[in-house]
């Protein structure tokens, strides 16, 4: 099993994961930027943070064999606060990195007037900067939460395949589907979403544009749910090319829009005897012009 | 392609160089794109090293690195009248900037180098650069822009550095006209400490070592094998 868990925050996870990680398949990742717990209180601390993720978080997961991307931006939760919103003005700098495969976490926290601001004007810079964009929803009011997000996306002109809406439940995954955005599941041990009841929307929605992470971070939470949930998966009957396709190329396949993914040979061990290079041709720019196929990004 | 971009980019093949004119006319007509064009580079222009013995550039810097140097030169005639505008840009480059773009700046230093101006700039950027534990900042930062303009304590720390986290002293400009005494003591003293701990003393520590015999006198008698280098703070990054 070949995982690319598509929403992972490593920063908070140990050595440890990463070596249960590697065991378990995970062979990529995406870490979108997002709140830190503790609250940030100036720009020079994202900053910061946008550094780590690029530059000590990439390096740290190459040591365990693990490609590690970012998306970039100002997360719904700190829109809120006037310390915090000057970052947009240095997001650009940052959306144009090698490894920086989306816009996100954006999306609403509580709704406010200060977080649509933020929202619609990242949306604008993900076109700009002709980045895929990952969208959070609210843990409370989610359902009205997800439609909010589904009108903004729609205003902005995106095409709805470069836009990923994540944290989905029973309740928000119709109306992510109908709108032909990408739907995102983050699999946690008590709260989000389960692997047993992810194997049941997919038997009811299909396997395309569906996409499984951990969703690990500071929080309770297991950065080996992608491999149950592949598991789960097996034990219902799927088959392998299935687990393959939720796991490994469906990710590939949004993120791989950028251009930037720093992926070629990570996922050769993959399952079925699929052709890793099939999966990424004509993804990435980047690949394109390695004179060599392991020179790292 | 220009006369200054080719001598800045020496290695670009036909394709990179149209690719880098693109990227120069397009900063041509808004000078600030700089800072969404420098990072793009890579991908946009070429990407590996110049030399296929020198994966890293540390002698000849990387295609990406050539891009990037021609980017800047072009940037700073066309912000000539107004210098410190330049060099604010170069420095937030640099600020914003992730390894392979910060090492791209250290490079083009020394093509830049045009007074006291540029040097108030960048010079901290070299002693940044220092204070890392990146072997490819590092050895960008003891090219020949250091050999130049760094104060004699800082340039022996930064050779001492290079024999602690691996990096070729090939990467240091300039290392026979300016190694020292003081500084063959200091890497005297280093093979010391690693002998007394058991372990093998940098190869390359000889090239300073050889040129002041008295030096490292004892390291020889003793018997201490030149041998693989201590590369274990540059892989983890451990160390401080």
């Known amino acids: ?297 | 392609m220009s006369t200054r971009e080719a001598r800045s980019a020496p290695d670009l093949d036909a394709t990179a160089s149209r690719r880098l004119d693109e990227l120069v006319q397009e900063l041509a007509d808004d000078p600030r794109r700089i800072s969404t064009i420098f990072p793009a580079v890579a991908r946009r222009v070429a990407r590996g090293p110049a030399d296929p013995d020198d994966p890293d550039g540390v002698k000849r810097p990387r295609l990406e690195d050539q891009a990037r140097t021609a980017l800047l030169a072009a940037l700073a005639s066309m912000w000539a009248d107004d210098p410190e505008r330049f060099t604010h840009e170069l420095a937030q480059l640099y600020r914003y900037g992730d390894a392979d773009e910060k090492r791209a700046v250290l490079r083009a230093l020394s093509a830049l180098d045009t007074g006291a101006g540029m040097s108030a700039v960048s010079l901290p950027l070299v002693e940044d650069a220092l204070r890392t534990n990146d072997v490819r900042l590092v050895a960008a930062a003891m090219g020949p822009y250091g050999a130049r303009h760094l104060d004699p304590d800082s340039w022996r720390q930064g050779v001492l550095k290079c024999l602690f986290v691996g990096v070729p002293l090939d990467a240091v400009a300039e290392l026979g006209a300016r190694a020292d005494t003081e500084l063959a003591r200091m890497v005297a003293d280093y093979c010391r400490e690693r002998a007394a701990a058991g372990r093998s003393m940098p190869a390359d520590a000889w090239r300073v070592l050889d040129r002041f015999g008295e030096l490292g006198r004892d390291l020889r008698t003793a018997g201490t094998a030149p041998g693989v280098s201590g590369t274990e703070a540059a892989t983890t990054g451990r160390e401080t």
């Open chain 1, 1 to 297: 099993m070949r995982i690319f868990d598509p929403h992972i925050h490593m920063t908070s996870r140990t050595t440890d994961d990463y070596e249960a990680m590697y065991a378990a398949g995970v062979r990529a990742v995406t870490e979108p930027a997002f709140w830190l717990g503790q609250p940030r209180t100036s720009v020079g601390s994202f900053c910061d943070y946008f550094d780590g993720l690029l530059g000590w978080e990439r390096f740290r997961a190459g040591q365990f064999g693990i490609r590690h991307h970012c998306a970039i931006a100002l997360n719904p939760k700190e829109a809120n606060d006037p310390r915090c919103v000057e970052v947009l003005d240095v997001l650009p700098r940052y959306l144009a990195k090698d490894g920086v495969v989306a816009v996100g976490e954006v999306g609403f926290d509580s709704m406010t007037a200060d977080e649509e601001k933020a929202f619609t004007h990242q949306l604008q810079l993900a076109a700009e900067h002709d980045l895929p964009v990952l969208v959070h929803t609210p843990h409370r009011d989610k359902a009205a939460g997800t439609r909010r997000t589904l009108d903004l996306v729609a205003e902005s002109g995106l095409p709805p395949e470069r836009v990923l809406v994540d944290h989905l439940n029973e309740l928000t995954v119709r109306m992510v589907a109908e709108s032909g955005c990408w739907m995102g599941f983050s699999i946690y041990p008590d709260t989000k979403m389960d692997e047993h009841r992810m194997v049941a929307i997919l038997r009811e929605y299909g396997l395309e544009k569906m996409i499984v992470n951990s969703a690990a971070d500071w929080g309770r939470s297991d950065p080996l749910k992608t491999a149950k949930t592949g598991q789960a998966m097996l034990d219902d009957g799927f088959g392998a090319a299935d687990v393959d396709r939720v796991l490994w190329r469906n990710p590939v396949e949004f993120y791989g829009q950028s251009g930037r993914l720093l992926i070629d040979d990570a996922g050769a061990d993959g399952a079925d005897g699929a052709d890793p290079a099939a999966t990424f041709q004509g993804n990435s720019v980047l690949r394109g012009q390695r004179p060599t196929g392991t020179e790292e990004g």
